[in-house]
């Protein structure tokens, strides 16, 4: 089972941009497909952007053209490039990984602890 865990959350106002990243350890990483999700409290765990074992992705309406998933997978590294950031991205963020694609859904064997975004405007 792959191991995750999450970096580079933080503070920033509204436009900005920051760069999460999940080093992921115990598994071989290009077996894995590779997603980031966001939670708000009060809010169910949302997908934001998926990408798969081809390098193919996914993103959720609400951060197309602003969000860019990557991997490095010599690095065994998930990135999630986070441009033009509003309040309402304000959430923790997790990556998750599965060798199953899940795209999207909440249905990923492994997760990370978690990191803050915090969003003001």
């Known amino acids: 089972q792959v191991h995750l865990v999450e970096s580079g959350g933080g503070s920033v106002q509204s436009g900005g941009s920051l760069r999460l990243s999940c080093a992921a350890s115990?598994?071989?990483?290009?077996?894995?497909?590779m997603a980031w999700f966001r939670q708000a409290p009060g809010k169910e765990r949302e997908g934001v952007a998926a990408?798969?074992?081809?390098?193919?992705?996914s993103y959720a309406d609400s951060v197309k053209g602003r969000f860019t998933i990557s991997q490095d997978n010599a690095k065994m590294t998930l990135y999630l490039q986070m441009n033009s950031l509003k309040p309402e991205d304000t959430a923790m963020y997790y990556c998750?990984?599965?060798?199953?694609?899940?795209?999207?859904?909440?249905?990923?064997?492994?997760w990370g602890q978690g990191t803050q975004v915090t969003v003001s405007s």
């Open positions: 115990g598994d071989t990483y290009s077996d894995y497909c």
């Open positions: 990408i798969d074992s081809f390098g193919r992705t």
């Open positions: 998750a990984a599965d060798r199953v694609n899940y795209w999207l859904h909440a249905r990923y064997g492994a």
